[in-house]
Nanobody, 128 residues
Framework: RAQLVESGGDSVQDGGSLRLSCAVSRSIYSNYCIGWYRQTPGKEREAVAAIYTGAPRTVYGTSAKGRFTVSQVNANYTVFLRMINLHPEDSGVYYC?????????????????????WGQGTQVAVSS
């Protein structure tokens, strides 16, 4: 059974909004730093935001500040990424990744190499 399952990706227009979901297995939900990362063809995977649900503590990448919000619903073991005012450069495959919980207290969360578990990704397309 997959430990991280993303959903909610869609095609929207410039300025639109989306909410992505990451269903997290119960065994890792409160023990890992759960991050959102996006990737476009030809580019490295970029860290967007992360949350340590056990605190909770949230951290954001530069591109996410002011427009994206990461949150949790403990009852459903789900982490969300709410995105508003989307632009074409926000397009890509968004992945949910889990790494050591201390990553959310250090800049380590922003390094995809620090992630231990990955979901399969969900596609976001923003058209101008």
């Amino acid at each position: 059974r997959a430990q991280l399952v993303e959903s909610g990706g869609d095609s929207v227009q410039d300025g639109g909004s989306l909410r992505l979901s990451c269903a997290v297995s119960r065994s890792i939900y409160s023990n890992y730093c759960i991050g959102w990362y996006r990737q476009t063809p030809g580019k490295e995977r970029e860290a967007v935001a992360a949350i340590y649900t056990g605190a909770p503590r949230t951290v954001y990448g530069t591109s996410a500040k002011g427009r994206f919000t990461v949150s949790q619903v403990n009852a459903n073991y789900t982490v969300f990424l709410r995105m508003i005012n989307l632009h074409p450069e926000d397009s890509g495959v968004y992945y949910c990744g889990a790494g050591p919980h201390v990553n959310c207290y250090r800049n380590d969360w922003s390094r995809p190499s620090s992630v231990e578990k990955w979901g399969q990704g969900t596609q976001v397309a923003v058209s101008s």
